[in-house]
């Protein structure tokens, strides 16, 4: 058998230990670590609930102009309406 001619070099067939490493790739900033990250993030539960299909509808066609995701609007929406409801107390 024969061996196949090299089309070109492979960077990822050396060894990084004694060859070039990837210290061109830049840090992009302090990074956090996983357990702050998830801190960071707000807990959330799945809650099911029965929405006229207008609404959903509405829901989704801004959900696409806003490039946001159904679930994001709708937590958006309710927290807005939240806020409303406690200043108007």
């Given at each position: 058998?024969?061996?196949?001619?090299?089309?070109?070099?492979?960077?990822?067939?050396?060894?990084?230990?004694?060859?070039?490493?990837?210290?061109?790739?830049?840090?992009?900033?302090?990074?956090?670590?996983?357990?702050e990250?998830?801190?960071?993030?707000?807990?959330?539960?799945?809650?099911?609930y029965?929405?006229?299909?207008?609404?959903?509808?509405?829901?989704?066609?801004?959900?696409?102009?806003?490039?946001?995701?159904?679930?994001?609007?709708?937590?958006?929406?309710?927290?807005?309406?939240?806020?409303?409801?406690?200043?108007?107390?």
């Amino acid at each position: 058998m024969s061996k196949k001619p090299s089309l070109g070099h492979n960077p990822l067939a050396y060894s990084l230990k004694n060859h070039a490493s990837f210290d061109f790739i830049k840090s992009t900033g302090e990074q956090q670590k996983p357990e702050e990250a998830k801190a960071a993030t707000a807990q959330k539960k799945v809650a099911s609930y029965y929405l006229e299909e207008t609404v959903i509808e509405k829901i989704r066609i801004i959900a696409e102009e806003q490039e946001k995701s159904f679930s994001c609007l709708v937590n958006e929406i309710l927290k807005s309406s939240i806020k409303q409801e406690e200043a108007s107390e």
